[in-house]
């Protein structure tokens, strides 16, 4: 009996657990849904603004001089003010964003040319929480078609914008060939710097000899010296056992190799 209520208590804790989990998914399931419908009204609301604001930008891009969109850009003299209207976007006036934006297009402007037409705008939510959407703005230049992508914050600044040219497959593989052949010559440069670097440790290696040289010439002179003077010392034993053995042998009356030493008498 004990085991069958064990298990039957187990059972239901299991399934109690079971309907916790649920209650508390489906809790967080409704409170996502309602952030992101909280948002898509959001954005419903100031939509028409945001696409207003990035058609505009495109066009004043075209028609303005690459020097007029530093200068603007660096004395943060925002759209608004060029073209005598009040958007929502960047409502504390011209952030980093949109510099960033303006250089950006001068250093695409030369793979564009001149703006023909405008074929669509979109507007997508964003499914990042620090983000309320992206305008897609699809373009035609004359040398080729672009596409922007402008991304708007929840306070209707500018988060970030890329522009796209579109290249066709012949250009992207002169493009990736260039790159290659950079990247092999870069590679072969640094290779044939190593190498010379390597070929000058042979005279690093000279000059250490040469240092050393000197040094050596001082040990052989030194050798040299005192070998003279263990010879001399040498040759001065010699003699010194010579007078002596020769003294002994003249008052023994012999000689040290075997020879008999007589007495020389003079006659007068």
């Not at 263990?230 to 056992?241: C, G, P």
Request: hydrophobic share 40%; charged share 25%.
């Amino acid at each position: 009996m004990k085991k069958i209520n064990f298990k039957k208590f187990l059972l239901l804790f299991c399934i109690l657990a079971c309907v916790f989990g649920l209650t508390a998914c489906t809790e967080t399931i409704s409170s996502d849904s309602a952030k992101e419908s909280k948002k898509e009204q959001k954005l419903a609301a100031v939509s028409t603004e945001l696409e207003n604001w990035s058609v505009d930008m495109i066009k004043y891009f075209d028609v303005t001089s690459d020097d007029d969109v530093k200068a603007n850009a660096e004395n943060a003299i925002s759209i608004d003010e060029i073209n005598h209207d009040l958007y929502i976007v960047n409502p504390e006036g011209m952030n980093v964003a949109t510099v960033e934006f303006c250089n950006s297009w001068v250093k695409s402007r030369s793979d564009l040319g001149r703006l023909k037409s405008i074929d669509s705008v979109e507007l997508k939510i964003s499914d990042e929480t620090s983000t309320l959407g992206t305008v897609t703005v699809k373009t035609e230049y004359e040398k080729r078609n672009c596409t922007y992508e402008i991304v708007f914050d929840d306070d209707y600044n500018l988060s970030s914008a890329a522009i796209n040219p579109v290249y066709t497959t012949g250009e992207k593989m002169e493009k990736a060939v260039l790159n290659t052949v950079i990247g092999m010559g870069t590679v072969f440069i640094v290779l044939i710097f190593i190498s010379f670097i390597i070929s000058l440790l042979k005279y690093v290696n000279n000059i250490g000899a040469k240092k050393e040289e000197p040094a050596g010439g001082v040990e052989n002179a030194i050798s040299q010296i005192v070998t003279a003077e263990e010879e001399s010392d040498e040759t001065d034993d010699l003699e010194l056992v010579a007078v002596i053995t020769a003294a002994i042998a003249a008052s023994e009356g012999t000689s040290s190799d075997g020879l008999v030493v007589r007495s020389i008498k003079r006659r007068f």
